[in-house]
């Protein structure tokens, strides 16, 4: 029998290198920018591919390269909007340089960090490791065997990083509080491992002892909408005029649970969040946070990787400080 042709065969690597007279490896070398094809035997390879009308498949185009075209996240909490933001920002920028992004959520677990960040890695070009919650000392040890890697809110020695000023920021809120006359703070304290909450702790205790008239009350509670509501009756108890929430989702479990009970905020109790989520501007009365600039921090961390994987000198630590964002939930102390 006869097999019928229903269109044209597809036009191969071989082809061009037959083409242009050369042989396959010079082909991929000349097609994927290596400069160490002479750049008129390039202009040749060009001019072949495209009167042949080639197009490298990404799957061809990986194995020539010895690349996936892939890179690993992992984050802590995927159904953390502020997560969202920077994988947002940081996919959009690896898809414009054609490659592609896994997501891995180690759901606050250092255990599940750890053999995520082994796994990944040897599936994709490189891992960014995004808030990890491993010790430090862990941290250092494990980088070393992820190479290309890059951090996003931490640093271990020389890695490639770009973090928010999570005790700056919370140092500008508490400024706030206090130049309105709070007195009686309660901060609701996030995860334990979380080296974003040991930074807002380290800011509280500076702040204290640069104001001794300031009290301020550590809450332990989580870093969900469930655990700031189910701090309510803590807060409300501890009799302070302010309370300064790890993150904005702690921020509107609180204000939901407070005005539930009767609580006029902010006149009876003001409350800060932290991340400026989209959700935070639209809250009754719109949350008073600090705004940080995930997604920018998403495309940087991407900036890095690249640089890392094309042997190019990556940029150098990258840290920003988020902006207060005063709105409606922050008034005079009662």
């Known amino acids: 029998m ?3 042709n229903d269109g044209p065969a597809r036009v191969t690597i071989a082809d061009v290198a037959a083409r242009a007279g050369v042989s396959l490896s010079t082909v991929s070398r000349a097609l994927n920018g290596n400069p160490t094809v002479d750049p008129a035997l390039t202009e040749r390879v060009k001019d072949a591919a495209a009167a042949l009308d080639y197009t490298a498949s990404p799957v061809a185009r990986s194995l020539v390269l010895g690349r996936t075209q892939t890179v690993a996240v992992i984050v802590p909490d995927l159904g953390n909007p502020t997560f969202q933001a920077i994988l947002r920002g940081l996919s959009r920028a690896a898809a414009a340089d054609d490659y592609h992004v896994l997501v891995a959520d180690s759901a606050e677990s250092v255990e599940e960090e750890r053999v995520l960040a082994g796994a990944t890695r040897r599936r994709t070009d490189g891992v960014i490791l995004c808030s990890p919650r491993l ?7 494990l980088v070393g065997g992820l190479r290309p890697v890059v951090l996003i809110n931490r640093t271990s020695g020389e890695v490639p990083s770009v973090r928010a000023d999570y005790g700056g920021a919370l140092a500008d809120e508490l400024a706030h509080l206090h130049g309105l006359g709070h007195r009686r703070i309660v901060f609701l304290a996030g995860a334990p491992r979380s080296v974003a909450n040991a930074a807002r702790l380290e800011a509280i205790a500076a702040f204290v002892a640069d104001h001794p008239d300031t009290e301020i009350t550590e809450i332990p509670c989580g870093v969900d909408f469930e655990a700031g509501a189910a701090a309510g009756s803590a807060v409300l108890a501890s009799d302070a005029t302010a309370a300064v929430a790890f993150n904005d989702l702690v921020a509107m479990g609180l204000l939901s649970a407070v005005q539930a009970s009767g609580c006029r905020v902010p006149g009876d109790l003001s409350i800060v969040g932290f991340d400026d989520i ?3 501007q639209y809250t009754t009365p719109p949350l008073t946070t600090a705004a940080v ?42």
């Open 293 to 334: 600039p995930a997604a920018e921090l998403g495309v940087q961390a991407w900036a890095r990787m690249r640089e890392l994987l094309e042997g190019d000198e990556p940029g150098g630590p990258l840290t920003v400080l988020p902006e207060l964002t005063v709105r409606g939930t922050t008034g005079p102390a009662a």
């Open 2 to 4: 006869t097999r019928r």
């Open 278 to 280: 989209p959700f935070a």
């Open 135 to 141: 010790p430090q000392d862990e941290l250092d040890r």
